[in-house]
T-cell receptor, first 112, second 116 residues
Framework: DTGVSQNPRHKITKRGQNVTFRCDPISEHNRLYWYRQTLGQGPEFLTYFQNEAQLEKSRLLSDRFSAERPKGSFSTLEIQRTEQGDSAMYLC??????????FGPGTRLLVL | AQTVTQSQPEMSVQEAETVTLSCTYDTSENNYYLFWYKQPPSRQMILVIRQEAYKQQNATENRFSVNFQKAAKSFSLKISDSQLGDTAMYFCAFMMIGGSQGNLIFGKGTKLSVKP
């Protein structure tokens, strides 16, 4: 039973560039979540999918952020025109009907 | 809106001793889950324990147990026989049951150091 995987694990980019992260959930999980975690803080919710439907988006998710889960399996999170304030750890989690969320290792983004 | 508060930014404990981490939350909902997650240094978030609000019995997982006080909106984590591998950030989290809202609301965390 493989856990949640995320790629890349680290990303360094220059301000203004676009970046895309991928999350592969646990195979039988139909729910997928994205969170952002800054240093010394708990994760903050960004968005949530049930199968391929995006059911909720946080106010934190500005117009520069977009997430997809095209076939209800893996998900991508894209940040356009990155800013230094986007530097953070981006966490993905998945869950089934039991509703307990299992987290991936995260993608650490540094915007220079 | 729901909030989760962890009032202890850092704690330390000697190996083999017991430590309790505090968490309080605020909600007007009656049906929810509470969780404790552990995040070791540079490693991923791991579920420690889960409590359903409708259950009066406190959850237990080996050396980890909770003291759930629904009326007081308190959810503390007790770690018995602390081990060096317990060194980590511990996050308390709340999740409402039902509706379209499925996200976890986290506290700011407590950094636990287990000393040999």
């Amino acid at each position: 039973d493989t856990g949640v995987s995320q790629n890349p694990r680290h990303k360094i980019t220059k301000r203004g560039q676009n970046v895309t992260f991928r999350c592969d959930p646990i195979s039988e999980h139909n729910r997928l979540y994205w969170y952002r975690q800054t240093l010394g803080q708990g994760p903050e919710f960004l968005t949530y999918f049930q199968n391929e439907a995006q059911l909720e988006k946080s106010r934190l998710l500005s117009d520069r952020f977009s997430a997809e889960r095209p076939k209800g399996s893996f998900s991508t999170l894209e940040i356009q025109r990155t800013e230094q304030g986007d530097s953070a750890m981006y966490l993905c989690a998945s869950s089934s009907k039991t509703e307990t969320q299992y987290f991936g290792p995260g993608t650490r983004l540094l915007v220079l | 809106a729901q909030t989760v508060t962890q009032s202890q930014p850092e704690m330390s404990v000697q190996e083999a001793e017991t430590v309790t981490l505090s968490c309080t939350y605020d909600t007007s909902e009656n049906n929810y889950y509470l969780f404790w997650y552990k995040q070791p240094p540079s490693r991923q978030m791991i579920l420690v324990i889960r409590q359903e609000a409708y259950k009066q019995q406190n959850a237990t997982e080996n050396r980890f147990s909770v003291n759930f006080q629904k009326a007081a909106k308190s959810f503390s984590l007790k770690i018995s026989d602390s081990q060096l591998g317990d060194t980590a950030m511990y996050f308390c989290a709340f999740m409402m049951i039902g509706g379209s809202q499925g996200n976890l609301i986290f506290g700011k965390g407590t950094k636990l150091s287990v000393k040999p």
